[in-house]
């Protein structure tokens, strides 16, 4: 069953985890880095954050790597308890666009590991929270 908090968020369980994720996100994808600078980051996300959204989102591929250097940037400044978000990424695509090569992308365990722990750096991060494929690889 969902709970609320005094704001009126809802909040949802995720699977039988236990863990408690706002029903509104906020994810990076368009804005981040291509059409905002950091101080609207930190401002769209003081506001989520504030108004109990506890999820953020963000990938590899978007903005090659440089939406996840915002986000990082404005988590260490915003010097939110960790415990109190939920942060994700994901991973196929790579973030060197055309000069990719062929272990930079898809879902290879060594492309995974090397993809977290890039992503890691860039958000300015321990641990990622929920860590997931962001396509299924093509099977021949």
Known sequence: FPSHDKLGME?????????????????????F???????TADTLMGMAYDAGINFFDNAEG?????????????LKKK????TSFVISSKAYFGWRGKANKPNQTGNSRKHLMEACDEALQRLLVDYLDFYFC???DKIA
């Open 79 to 82: 010097k939110w308890d960790r």
């Open 33 to 39: 880095h291509k059409q905002i600078e950091d101080n």
């Open 62 to 74: 978007y903005a090659f790597g440089e939406s996840e250097k915002m986000m990082g940037r404005v």
């Open 11 to 31: 909040y949802r369980r995720m699977g039988r985890t236990g863990l408690q994720l706002s029903a509104l996100s906020l994810g990076s994808w368009v804005t």
């Open 134 to 136: 962001h396509r299924p």
